[in-house]
């Protein structure tokens, strides 16, 4: 696999970091995942707005513009012959000679700019998408700023291994009694033809797969209502589902034991993801 670090495009196994660079020793980085499909970026756009986003957040430098950063993702489909699969990126606040709390100084210290490609053959047909995911909930016990894409996922990572352990695919996370979104997706649950979804604020990721699911259920007639939600109130439902970059659309049938819609996925969510797959590609 070819991969891209800081301007060259190298096989993996020649790609370098520092030891010293701010995200392996505290976590000091950025990322964003695009999905491909048919050779195509899905929502390249809103993913470059919210990396600039990240970034300005954690006042660090944007490494280039929206053009070159296309280029390079392009570049890496062809050379990696991608038909379906995702781009993972990652820019950190690079690597000053010492481990100090203080940021290094932007003149001095050059962001690190790593890019690779993951090949996920059939992508949009996961049998996740036909037989929908079961779901525990779990607290939430991230950090304060999680509309920052950061690299710090341990918790998202624990969640999910607690999931498993459970004999469940993901969590849900909840704080003060309502659920904030999954470990790396936002939440949904369906109420007659009412969508309901956590409002956007610094307590969820702004999903760049949720602007524009929650677009196009608008365009299509469909009720939005953007605010918290409980487990119980998600169990009483007649539908829930999860969007990100790797899932788009992908029903939820289950949650804490509690089967929704007899355990089977439900008509909406069906057709919200056929319409964000449309759509997209
Ligand atoms: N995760 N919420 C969290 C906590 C996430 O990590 C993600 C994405 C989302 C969905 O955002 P988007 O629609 O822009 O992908 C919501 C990516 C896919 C990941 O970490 O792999």
Request: proline content about 5%; cysteine-free.
């Amino acid at each position: 696999r070819t991969v891209y670090v800081n301007g060259e495009y190298l096989p993996e196994t020649e790609a370098k970091v520092s030891i010293f660079d701010r995200a392996f020793l505290m976590a000091d980085g950025v990322y964003e995942v695009t999905s491909v499909l048919g050779g195509k970026l899905i929502d390249f756009d809103g993913h470059a707005k919210r990396l600039d986003r990240s970034l300005s957040e954690l006042d660090m430098p944007s490494p280039m513009g929206r053009d070159e950063l296309l280029e390079i993702h392009r570049e890496l489909v062809r050379l990696n012959e991608i038909e379906d699969g995702l781009i993972y990126l990652q820019v950190t606040r690079g690597a000053p000679g010492d481990r100090d709390f203080v940021f290094p100084d932007p003149e001095t210290t050059e962001p690190t700019v790593v890019l690779f490609t993951q090949s996920k053959p059939g992508l949009a047909e996961s049998p996740a998408a036909k037989e929908g995911i079961r779901i525990i909930s779990i607290e939430d016990q991230r950090w304060g700023r999680r509309d920052i894409k950061t690299v710090q996922l341990l918790y998202p990572s624990m969640g999910k291994m607690m999931a498993k352990k459970a004999g469940a695919d993901d969590a849900w996370m909840v704080e003060d009694g309502a659920v904030t979104e999954g470990t790396s997706n936002n939440a949904y649950i369906v109420k007659g033809d009412t969508i309901v979804t956590r409002q956007l604020s610094t307590d969820i990721l702004h999903g760049i797969t949720r602007a524009a699911v929650l677009r196009f259920a608008r365009e299509a007639q469909m009720k939005v209502e953007e605010r918290p939600f409980t487990i119980e109130e998600a169990q009483g439902a007649d539908e829930a589902f999860i969007t990100s970059a790797s899932a788009f659309v992908t029903p939820v049938v289950e949650i804490d034991g509690v089967a929704l819609g007899g355990g089977t996925p439900g008509p909406l969510a069906a057709r919200l993801r056929e319409i964000y797959l449309d759509e997209s590609r």
